[in-house]
Each structure stands twice: as structure tokens, then as C-alpha cells.
């Protein structure tokens, strides 16, 4: 299993972005998914996690209502959309995969991609 993250970048705080995550080499059903974080001189925390198909989602108290997680199985892709961005939000983000059964606060992934970089400017 490999995971390809991208999509991050520099935004300015109010602003969104959306980071995606391929999955390769088995199937993205197969797995709970989710995002995590993790900024610099801090420990990588749990941001988001949803079901296989999608049916349920949680989040981070520190995201709630402004990211939000979903995924695509067909495309094998799994997304983060950050709306309302502040420079908190800056860090390395980091997709991953887990058999769980389900998505939960305390998912511990067995696979992880190697991270994009968001950066939210004052």
C-alpha cells in the first residue's frame, strides 16, 4: 500500500484548500482513512478519519466545522477540505490507512503517505 498526498500549499488565514490522497495498490474500501498533522517542534495529532464508504465521519475539536473529510473509492482518493484557515492550521499533513473497522478519535493507521505542506499566512 502506498500513499501519495498533495495538494498543500501557502493560503492566507480566512482562506481554504483542499489536500487529496491516492491510494495505491489495494483497494481505498478496504481501509478507514484519515488525516493527521503535525507542526513544527509539536507532536502529529489526529485531524479527521471517515468510514470505508463514507458513511461516518469524526474530527479534532480544533477543526470541527470548518475541515472536512470525504472520499472518493472509485478514484481511490480520500480528501481534506480546509475552509476558514487560521495560522494554527499550519503544519506538514499526512493521509493514512487503516484496517479498523471503524473511524474513530483514536485511529492508529498501519500505512501513512509522506505529507504535504500547508502553510496559513496572518
Known amino acids: 500500500v502506498q500513499l501519495q498526498a498533495s495538494g498543500g500549499g501557502l493560503v492566507q488565514a480566512g482562506g481554504s484548500l483542499r489536500v487529496s490522497c491516492v491510494l495505491s495498490?489495494?483497494?481505498?474500501?478496504?481501509?478507514?482513512m484519515g488525516w493527521f498533522r503535525q507542526a513544527p517542534g509539536k507532536e502529529r495529532e489526529f485531524v479527521a478519519a471517515?468510514?470505508?464508504?463514507?458513511?461516518?465521519?469524526v474530527y479534532a475539536d480544533s477543526v470541527k466545522g470548518r475541515f472536512t473529510i470525504s472520499r472518493d473509492n472509485a478514484k481511490n482518493t480520500v480528501y481534506l477540505q480546509m475552509n476558514s484557515l487560521k495560522p494554527e492550521d499550519t503544519a506538514v499533513y499526512y493521509c493514512?490507512?487503516?484496517?479498523?473497522?471503524?473511524?474513530?478519535?483514536?485511529?492508529?493507521?498501519?500505512?501513512w503517505g509522506q505529507g504535504t505542506q500547508v502553510t496559513v499566512s496572518s
Open positions: 493514512a490507512a487503516s484496517p479498523a473497522p471503524v473511524a474513530s478519535v483514536q485511529l492508529k493507521p498501519d500505512y
Open positions: 495498490g489495494r483497494m481505498l474500501s478496504n481501509y478507514v
Open positions: 471517515i468510514s470505508r464508504f463514507g458513511r461516518t465521519t
